[in-house]
């Protein structure tokens, strides 16, 4: 977490018009994944919670979606053009929809597959080609764009681009890769390129960039095939790299607490920790196929960190050693949220919805629900991919076009 002073520092990653129950971005304020909502249902009714509204405009794609000032914002593929779309929270009425660049096409499913970010009257989208877009997040209205692999040269991967951008004080920072620097910091106003990451000249892969506080001074915080690095978002300045290895895609956020840095990646790589010293020093902590990841995500709640594993199924793990500590394979691989002490897991298959208590005693269901209606347009070789969000007493589910939101609130 960060303290006000560095807040102070290198400016609010939120904009004061923000409320505390937002969930502005990519797992959340934060970007670790919990959501800020006490008081929720401690058990679901059979057939799940009740449903306030869904959406049925979303377009297709694995886009996430962020919550902030009343507003829903997400990206969808709309008639092979791909789309911001704002939507209004409490009714799930459609606000504006505008152009995010051309169709991202793909064996597993075509369309945008990030989260937009919302800092104050703006948000932040890149579409699946890789074109970022700065939006008024009122009115919809462009304010600029900067492609990723024409204006930045990067190099589109083969699932595009999935990166949701980080917003640090005054600068935008995102992922294109390239000899030019694997991350950019932009101007957030303008798009004009302030610094790249010119000691670290990766591809980009599919991983998002957290902003942590260490030894006092913030850092960004980015996961590749290859690395996992922190840089200074002043100048782009490389503070400390780690060797990874990656092989087909590395996907998952990093994840840091206590000054640990915890990556992972499936595909048979597995996860590693290092504890950053006071002078950026790395000191590998341990490397161990524990936690394999694919794209769910992992959260780490009390030093212990949840999440699926591939082969093992869902797995808690200790964060300062690696050791497992417990394995579950009586629910399908898939996403997780953390919300008022408890884990949301959603199977990406089947569409079940399961509660889970957030303990290292063992996987401990306390309900479960399935989502419906799932999209008949999904591709065969796609699943239900975005992840739950949890904010305001509200659950968010999506597959495709699908934009599903249910009440969580203990009334």
């Keep these: 977490m960060l303290s006000p002073r560095v807040l102070m520092v290198v400016g609010s990653m939120l904009a004061a018009s923000l409320s505390a129950a ?131 040269g990067g190099k589109l991967q083969d699932w595009g681009y999935t990166e949701s951008p980080l917003v640090v004080g005054d600068v935008v920072v995102c992922t294109p890769g390239g000899s030019q620097g694997t991350l950019a910091g932009l101007d957030k106003t303008s798009g004009a390129v302030r610094w790249r990451s010119k000691e670290i000249t990766d591809n980009a892969q599919y991983s998002s960039p957290i902003l942590i506080e260490h030894a006092g001074q913030p850092q960004v915080v980015q996961l590749v095939m290859n690395r996992f690095f922190g840089v200074s978002p002043k100048d782009g300045s490389v503070l400390w790299k780690k060797e990874f290895p990656g092989r087909v895609a590395v996907i998952p956020t990093p994840i840091f607490e206590d000054g640990i840095v915890f990556v992972t990646a499936g595909y048979g790589v597995g996860c590693e920790a290092i504890r950053l010293g006071k002078d950026n020093s790395v000191e590998p902590l341990y490397s161990n196929k524990v936690m394999k990841n694919h794209h769910g995500g992992v959260v780490c709640v009390d030093g212990h960190l949840y999440g699926h594993s591939d082969g093992a199924g869902w797995v808690c793990q200790e964060l300062k050693t690696g050791k497992e500590i417990w394995s579950h394979k009586g629910f399908g691989k898939g996403s997780v949220t953390y919300a008022d002490g408890k884990l949301i897991c959603l199977d990406e298959r089947s569409g079940d919805v399961a509660l889970v208590e957030a303990s290292t005693q063992g996987w401990k269901e306390l309900s ?19 992840h739950p969000v949890v904010v305001n007493g509200r659950l968010y589910l999506r597959d495709q076009e699908l934009l599903h939101c249910f009440d969580l609130k203990s009334h």
């Design 22 to 152: 937002d969930w502005p971005q990519w797992r959340g304020d934060s970007r670790r994944d919990h959501s800020p909502d006490k008081g929720l249902l401690a058990r679901w009714p059979q057939e799940g919670p009740k449903r306030v509204w869904l959406f049925e405009k979303a377009g297709l794609g694995y886009a996430g979606y962020s919550i902030a000032q009343g507003s829903l914002f997400t990206m969808g593929l709309r008639e092979g053009q791909e789309f911001l779309i704002a939507v209004d929270a409490a009714s799930g009425k459609e606000l504006w929809s505008t152009p995010a660049g051309p169709k991202y096409p793909n064996n597993w499913g075509d369309g945008p597959r990030m989260t937009p970010t919302v800092d104050g009257n703006h948000v932040y989208a890149i579409g699946g080609q890789g074109l970022l877009i700065c939006v008024d997040a009122r009115s919809g209205k462009q304010l600029w764009s900067k492609n990723l692999v024409t204006d930045l």
């Design 368 to 386: 479960r629900f399935k989502l419906n209606p799932l999209t008949s347009n999904r591709s065969p070789q796609g699943g239900i991919w975005p």
